[in-house]
């Protein structure tokens, strides 16, 4: 079973830059699409990128398209999310996900980690 956790969030300035990590446990990472997600208070969760396996496409909601950055590492055993010109509107709960399919629809993902916190403010 893919275990997934997710480190890097913490406390930015107004266009900033943080990266995210998502790191695997249980089996490879190397066969599992991964999605990040983000949950603010009182919002819906909502997809905001993906990598699938093997080509390494990426996928990005328009908000975030030009300013963050899916990847995996050389080892291919993390995904990494860099995030860059960050914005208030950004702060949230940060999630990882892996899945059979690479979408920003939150039921394509079966496993889940336990989120970090983002938070940009000045």
């Known amino acids: 079973q893919l275990q997934l956790v997710e480190s890097g969030g913490g406390l930015v300035q107004p266009g900033g830059s943080l990266r995210l990590s998502c790191a695997a446990s249980g089996q490879t990472l190397e066969y599992s699409a991964i999605g990040w997600f983000r949950q603010a208070p009182g919002k819906a969760r909502e997809g905001i990128a993906c990598?699938?396996?093997?080509?390494?496409?990426?996928f990005y909601v328009d908000s975030v398209r030009h300013r963050f950055r899916i990847s995996r590492d050389n080892a291919k055993n993390k995904v990494s999310l860099e995030m860059y010109l960050l914005r208030p509107e950004d702060t949230a709960v940060y999630y990882c996900?892996?899945?059979?399919?690479?979408?920003?629809?939150?039921?394509?993902?079966?496993?889940w980690g336990q989120g970090t916190q983002v938070t940009v403010s000045s």
């Open positions: 996900a892996g899945g059979r399919g690479c979408s920003l629809t939150a039921d394509n993902f079966r496993s």
């Open positions: 990598i699938s396996p093997f080509t390494d496409n990426t």
